[in-house]
């Protein structure tokens, strides 16, 4: 049995990670942002590249030598590939998870850092029809190759995503692809995600377990 600390939407702090764990999977919204946000990305990128850089030290003390999963979210403008070659040459072990399944210690995991179109400003924006190559890769993958834990940046629709607002946030496309284009018996045990920081909790969804560790952490075994 594994236990996976699963935490999210940090941006940019480093909460001490509590409790017995293996490994420690992220699911996005892990940089912090600077004043380009708005206006300049490549900027911006080099802000969180410059960022990263100066917090190894911090980072390895925060993971305590266990390696580190992450999917990345709409606030992280660093290439996620770039960002995982940086910690594995400084010596954390570290996995993107974007797009493919990744194997650790018998755990199969895939990543999904797509989020609902908000404005245009932020990364991982997609539209329904942008969305659609993700959601057609995500399904096809699942549905050959049996997934453990999917690490998304959002939720699912209605799932652990009412906002203050008392608006669901979470994606439909994702919601639809769990509900009608993967088969039940290809359904992940686990999905993690994020986002909607107010609505962070447990819960079960069609016999998955959700995990929404938005500015906070858990412990799941598994």
């Given at each position: ?5 699963h935490v999210?939407d940090?941006?940019g702090?480093f909460?001490?990670l509590?409790g017995k ?14 004043q380009?946000v708005?206006?300049n ?6 802000f969180?590249?410059?960022w990263?850089?100066s917090?190894?030290p911090v ?7 266990h390696?580190f999963?992450?999917t990345?979210g709409?606030?992280d ?5 770039f960002?995982?070659?940086?910690l ?6 570290s996995?993107?998870?974007h797009d493919?399944?990744?194997?650790l210690?018998g755990?199969?995991?895939y990543?999904f ?19 659609v190559?993700?959601i057609?890769l ?6 050959q ?5 999917l690490?998304s940046?959002?939720p ?11 608006e669901?946030?979470g994606?439909t ?11 039940q018996?290809?359904?992940?045990s686990v999905?993690?995600?994020?986002h909607?920081?107010e ?9 998955m377990?959700?995990?929404n560790?938005?500015?906070t952490?858990r412990?799941?075994?598994?």
């Amino acid at each position: 049995m594994a236990r996976i600390c699963h935490v999210s939407d940090t941006h940019g702090f480093f909460p001490k990670l509590l409790g017995k764990f293996d490994m420690v999977v992220h699911s996005g919204d892990f940089f912090p942002n600077s004043q380009f946000v708005w206006s300049n990305k490549v900027r911006e990128m080099e802000f969180q590249y410059q960022w990263l850089e100066s917090k190894i030290p911090v980072m390895k003390e925060w993971l305590q030598n266990h390696p580190f999963l992450f999917t990345l979210g709409n606030h992280d403008f660093l290439s996620a590939e770039f960002m995982a070659q940086i910690l594995n040459a400084a010596g954390i072990k570290s996995f993107c998870l974007h797009d493919k399944i990744t194997n650790l210690d018998g755990i199969n995991f895939y990543g999904f850092p797509y989020i609902p179109n908000i404005n245009g400003v932020w990364n991982y924006e997609r539209s329904l029809d942008q969305m659609v190559p993700h959601i057609d890769l995500l399904s096809e993958t699942l549905n050959q190759t049996y997934v453990d834990v999917l690490v998304s940046h959002p939720p699912p629709y209605k799932c652990l995503d009412l906002s203050n607002g008392n608006e669901f946030l979470g994606s439909t496309a994702l919601s639809n692809a769990l509900d009608f284009k993967i088969a039940q018996e290809m359904l992940p045990s686990v999905i993690m995600f994020g986002h909607i920081h107010e609505a962070q909790g447990v819960s079960m969804r069609n016999g998955m377990l959700c995990s929404n560790a938005a500015t906070t952490q858990r412990i799941i075994e598994l």
